[in-house]
C-alpha cells in the first residue's frame, strides 16, 4: 500500500562532523555490480557547498545510467550514482550567499556526465542546484522530490504555463514524476485527470485528480466523458511512447502537449491539425552544459514553499535501504516493481 510517509531526520545538525575519508558507492563497469569502499572526502570549492548526505533517491533514469543504456545521460566509469539527495551543509566554499554550515538542503546534484551522485556520505555540490529543504519534510522525503518536481515544474509551469480553470491532463498519474504533477497542476488551479491502471486509481483520486483507466477507457472514449469531445488544454505525457500518440489526440484545440519522454518517432497530424503545440523536458541539461542551474534552485524554492503551504508532499516505497542492499533497491526500480519513491539511507 503506497503512504505518505513520516520520518523524523536521521540526525541533527549539532551530529554532524566533518571527516577526511568517506563511504561511497562505486560502479566499475556498466551494469555491475555496488562496490563501497572508502575514499578521500571532497572539499568545497568557489561555489560549492559541502554537504553531508542523509538520503538518496532512486529513479528509473538511475538505473538506466547504472546499466548503461541511457545513450542521453552517460556517466563514465567508475561512477558514483545517485541524482537525488538531502543532506546538511558541512561547508561552504567562496562566493556562495544564502547558505550556512547546518543547513539542511535538498537538491538533484549529479549521478550524470561525470558529476559525483548521491550513493556517498558527502558530496562537493554547485550551491546553484540546491535548495533549503522544506522544515516539514524528514531527510527521506526531501531526497525523494528533485527530479521529480523539477521534470514536472519545467513541463507544466515552464513550457506550458499552467493555469487556472484549464484541464489538464497527466499520462501516468501515479508514476514518480506523475503523482507530483498531479500536485503541481492543482496548486496551480487547474482541473486535473490522470491516467494509471486500476490498482492506481485510489492513489490518483487521494492526490486529487480525477482517475482514467487507460487499459478499459481508450482515448476518445474519455476525451469525450470529461470534456464534451473539447479535449484537454494541457496534457503532460510522462510515459512516452503510443502514450504521447495518444496525448496528441486528447488535447483540445489549440492546446499544449508536453512530453519528458518524448524521444521516439510520432505522426504530429493530430496535434498539427488542431493548431496545437508540443514541448519537450530535458531537466538533466544544466547538469550536463552547466547552463541554466540556477533555475533548478528556483524551482527547488518554489515547490518547497509548496510543500510548507500543504500543497506537496512525495509518496515514499515504505521499504528502507542502505548500501549493502542498493542492488535491491535498484532491481525493484528497474523492475517498476514500487510502492512509491524509492529511497536509500545513507547515514
Not at 41 to 52: D, F, I, Q
Request: glycine residues 12%; aromatic residues 6%; charged residues 15%.
Amino acid at each position: 500500500m503506497l503512504y505518505l510517509a513520516r520520518q523524523v531526520a536521521i540526525a541533527r545538525p549539532e551530529e554532524i562532523t566533518m571527516s577526511s575519508s568517506m563511504r561511497t558507492a562505486v560502479v566499475t563497469v556498466a551494469n555491475g555490480p555496488f562496490d563501497v569502499v572508502e575514499c578521500a572526502c571532497p572539499t568545497a570549492a568557489p561555489g560549492e557547498l559541502l554537504v553531508r548526505i542523509h538520503a538518496s533517491g532512486v529513479n528509473p533514469l538511475d538505473t538506466k545510467i547504472r546499466a548503461g543504456s541511457a545513450a542521453h545521460a552517460q556517466h563514465p566509469c567508475p561512477a558514483v550514482l545517485g541524482l537525488d539527495m538531502a543532506g546538511t551543509v558541512v561547508a561552504v566554499g567562496g562566493g556562495v550567499v544564502g547558505f550556512a554550515v547546518n543547513d539542511e538542503v535538498f537538491g538533484m546534484i549529479g549521478g550524470v556526465g561525470g558529476l559525483q551522485g548521491s550513493l556517498a556520505q558527502y558530496a562537493a555540490v554547485d550551491a546553484r542546484l540546491v535548495a533549503h529543504k522544506p522544515a516539514s519534510l524528514s531527510m527521506r522525503e526531501a531526497a525523494a522530490l528533485p527530479l521529480a518536481v523539477i521534470t514536472a515544474w519545467e513541463g507544466l509551469v515552464d513550457r506550458a504555463h499552467v493555469a487556472r480553470g484549464q484541464r489538464v491532463l497527466i499520462q501516468g498519474g501515479a508514476g514518480g514524476v506523475g503523482h507530483v504533477a498531479i500536485q503541481v497542476a492543482l496548486a496551480h488551479g487547474a482541473e486535473v485527470y490522470a491516467t494509471g491502471s486500476a490498482r492506481n486509481e485510489a492513489v490518483i483520486r487521494q492526490l486529487g485528480a480525477v482517475p482514467i483507466d487507460y487499459r478499459t477507457e481508450d482515448v476518445a472514449d474519455y476525451v469525450a466523458r470529461y470534456t464534451g469531445n473539447e479535449g484537454f488544454d494541457l496534457v503532460y505525457d510522462t510515459v512516452g511512447g503510443a502514450t504521447l500518440d495518444a496525448s496528441f489526440i486528447a488535447a483540445s484545440r489549440f492546446g499544449h502537449v508536453v512530453s519528458a519522454l518524448g524521444w521516439g518517432t510520432h505522426l504530429l497530424a493530430p496535434l498539427s491539425f488542431k493548431g496545437g503545440t508540443y514541448s519537450g523536458v530535458f531537466s538533466l541539461l544544466p547538469l550536463l552544459t552547466g547552463t541554466g542551474r540556477d533555475h533548478h534552485g528556483k524551482i527547488l524554492r518554489a515547490a518547497a514553499a509548496l510543500v510548507e503551504a500543504g500543497k506537496l508532499m512525495p509518496i515514499l516505497d515504505p521499504r528502507r535501504f542502505a548500501f549493502d542492499t542498493l542492488a535491491e533497491a535498484h532491481d525493484i526500480v528497474a523492475g517498476g516493481r514500487t510502492r512509491g519513491k524509492v529511497v536509500v539511507d545513507i547515514d
